[in-house]
């Protein structure tokens, strides 16, 4: 009907990295978009998308497997940034695309970014009720921090904020 395709193969290389699809999959414009459920794996990484959206609501699910931060594409990341580590990212939202409920969870291991080494990073967050709460753990080559926040999805004059945060060495 020419609103839909089906992918059976597909590769993404650049110099850093290549991706290849897993399993063939689905793409729609039908009644909004459609993805997937879409993953792409290449040297132990995995990247998984699924996505439904229309007019009033929005499904997304993202997650990132042993990401190898140093094989993103230099032309976007510059090489000065330092940036490493391996990434576990999971994204979960769901409602009014406006508005959406979800969790987020990463964890950073191994990771670098100029001047930061050594750094392991652990965030949780939940976005409801269009509010985002959440903590957040961080331990580097500089210190340790470990917060909690209850901030608003869109920031207006008179919103409440709140970040409480606490810092070794």
């Known amino acids: 009907?020419?609103?839909?395709?089906?992918?059976?193969?597909?590769?993404?290389?650049y110099p850093e990295q290549r991706w290849v699809l897993e399993a063939?999959?689905?793409?729609?414009?039908?009644?909004?978009?459609?993805?997937?459920?879409?993953?792409?794996?290449?040297?132990?990484?995995k990247l998984s998308?699924?996505?439904?959206?229309?007019?009033?609501?929005l499904?997304?699910?993202?997650?990132?497997?042993?990401?190898?931060?140093?094989t993103l594409p230099k032309a976007f990341v510059p090489q000065e940034s330092g940036l490493k580590g391996k990434l576990d990212a999971h994204l979960v939202l769901n409602g009014s695309p406006q508005a959406p409920n979800g969790q987020l969870e990463l964890w950073l291991r191994s990771g670098?970014?100029?001047?930061?080494?050594?750094?392991e990073v652990h965030a949780k967050a939940d976005l409801a009720a269009g509010r985002a709460k959440g903590e957040l753990?961080?331990?580097?080559?500089?210190?340790?921090?470990s917060a909690q926040f209850d901030v608003p999805q869109h920031f207006e004059d008179d919103?409440?904020?709140?970040?409480?945060?606490r810092l070794q060495n």
């Open 24 to 45: 063939p999959t689905d793409l729609s414009f039908e009644t909004g978009v459609k993805v997937g459920p879409l993953a792409l794996v290449g040297n132990g990484q």
């Open 137 to 145: 753990q961080v331990d580097s080559s500089a210190g340790k921090v």
């Open 1 to 13: 009907n020419g609103n839909s395709a089906r992918i059976e193969t597909l590769t993404l290389q």
């Open 159 to 165: 919103e409440k904020l709140s970040f409480d945060a």
């Open 112 to 119: 670098a970014v100029h001047p930061l080494r050594s750094l």
């Open 49 to 57: 998308l699924a996505l439904k959206t229309s007019k009033n609501r």
């Open 59 to 70: 499904d997304a699910l993202v997650d990132a497997r042993s990401l190898d931060l140093s």
